[in-house]
């Protein structure tokens, strides 16, 4: 079906896939807001709590912002499961570093602190820590979160720590038992939806990186697909390809309003 799909529109590649390189993705305001300021968060060493709705893009711009840092002085430990313990977190920075976690947890703990504090001192390394859906996570988790990023009787942080998740993480953090963590926070940012331009040189955008050049969704298609994603890249993706299908099977070339309708009622039909 792929092969046939791009023989049909003549694609080199197929257009809204999530495996583009940091380089090709789509650099709208949203995006690059969230990539400057993340960036920022890591040069302090500092908490960032980064919050979307489902398909907002977040989890991309991070994964930018990783990508386009020095290996030499940057060390990342990337967790997308929140179902992780407080014990499975700290083992996972011990073992990071190469170390092998002790069996006792006041111990583990102890090594995760080291070795982050050995990997900032002695390395002179930043550690990025990125914990993915974070608004799954429990209050002992968060608590721990800022447990390690109290070093140096509270005048520096061995590490960034960013938390990913969506909107229900803010109201988390401001819950009276984490006040200590909130007030570590030194970044909060929302990613809104693209606006109406933004998703029709989303669309474009991809369209191009498939290999076609000219107009393939018209304006009234693009339009649609934004209303019905609200401006969500991955919504856009996947009414985009469902429209791509819907305009194969009638043996259209181009992606028009009444195609687009067709792929946004397959998408949302309950």
């Known amino acids: 079906m792929i092969e046939k799909l791009q023989s049909h529109y003549g694609f080199t590649r197929m257009p809204f896939g999530r495996d583009l390189a940091p380089g090709m993705l789509h650099r709208h305001a949203a995006h690059n807001e969230a990539v400057a300021r993340i960036t920022w968060c890591i040069a302090e060493r500092a908490i960032g709590v980064i919050t979307?709705?489902?398909?907002?893009?977040k989890t991309v711009s991070v994964r930018t912002v990783l990508a386009g840092l020095d290996a030499t002085r940057h060390t990342v430990i990337y967790l997308p499961n929140p179902m992780i313990s407080v014990r499975g977190l700290h083992?996972?920075?011990?073992?990071?570093?190469?170390?092998?976690?002790?069996?006792i947890t006041s111990r583990v703990?102890?090594?995760?602190?080291?070795?982050?504090?050995?990997?900032?001192?002695?390395?002179?390394r930043t550690t990025v820590l990125v914990l993915d859906e974070a608004h799954l996570l429990r209050?002992?988790?968060?608590?721990?979160?800022r447990m390690l990023t109290n070093q140096s009787m509270?005048?520096?942080?061995?590490?960034?720590?960013?938390?990913?998740?969506?909107?229900?993480?803010?109201?988390?953090?401001?819950?009276?038992?984490?006040?200590?963590?909130?007030q570590r926070v030194a970044l909060r940012?929302?990613?809104p939806p693209m606006t109406a331009a933004e998703t029709a040189s989303y669309i474009s955008h991809h369209v191009k990186l498939a290999g076609r050049a000219d107009t393939l969704f018209t304006d009234d298609?693009?339009?649609?697909?934004?209303?019905?994603?609200?401006?969500?890249?991955?919504?856009?993706?996947?009414?985009?390809?469902a429209a791509l299908v819907a305009a194969y099977a009638a043996g259209q070339s181009?992606?028009?309003e009444k195609t687009a309708r067709a792929a946004v009622a397959e998408v949302t039909d309950d």
């Open 139 to 145: 209050y002992e988790q968060l608590e721990t979160i």
């Open 52 to 57: 979307g709705e489902v398909g907002a893009g």
């Open 154 to 182: 509270d005048a520096d942080s061995p590490l960034s720590c960013l938390l990913v998740g969506q909107p229900t993480l803010r109201r988390t953090m401001k819950l009276a038992v984490l006040a200590a963590l909130e």
């Open 189 to 191: 940012y929302t990613m």
């Open 109 to 124: 703990i102890a090594q995760a602190s080291a070795a982050l504090a050995a990997e900032r001192d002695e390395r002179g």
């Open 254 to 256: 181009l992606i028009d």
């Open 221 to 241: 298609a693009a339009a649609l697909i934004h209303a019905s994603s609200r401006g969500y890249p991955r919504a856009v993706n996947n009414l985009a390809i």
């Open 91 to 103: 083992e996972a920075i011990v073992t990071t570093f190469g170390q092998a976690p002790s069996l």
